[in-house]
């Protein structure tokens, strides 16, 4: 079983960037295809990004396309969303997953079954 620690949300302008982190525990992150999802106030939750194992291999909802960019560093056992331009409608608590049944490295995740705790981002305007 894996733990992800959420860090780097938190409450910017329209325009602004931020970084957000996703920290797993254990030496099997490399395992993992991981992704980001997301939940504004009132809606269902939504997904944002995914990155296979090896990391070559993205995909993005159309909303964030151009402005996020998710990344990972196996070494570090950490999965990344690099927000730029952010709008008011990103304001939502995000958070990371991880699915461990990706049996080929460059294969997006398709089930999660581990999850954080959330970060919050607010975005002004």
Avoid: H
């Avoid at 969303?81 to 080929?104: F, G, H, I, S, W």
């Amino acid at each position: 079983q894996v733990q992800l620690v959420e860090s780097g949300g938190g409450l910017v302008q329209a325009g602004d960037s931020l970084r957000l982190s996703c920290a797993a525990s254990g030496r099997t992150f490399s395992t993992y295809a991981m992704g980001w999802f997301r939940r504004a106030p009132g809606k269902d939750r939504e997904f944002v990004a995914a990155i296979s194992r090896n990391g070559g291999n993205t995909l993005y909802i159309d909303s964030v396309k151009g402005r996020f960019t998710i990344s990972r560093d196996n070494a570090k056992n950490t999965a990344y969303l690099q927000m730029k331009d952010l709008k008011p409608e990103d304001t939502a608590v995000y958070y990371c997953a991880a699915d461990p049944t990706a049996r080929n490295s460059d294969y997006l995740p398709s089930t999660y079954y581990y999850w954080g705790q959330g970060t919050q981002v607010t975005v002004s305007s």
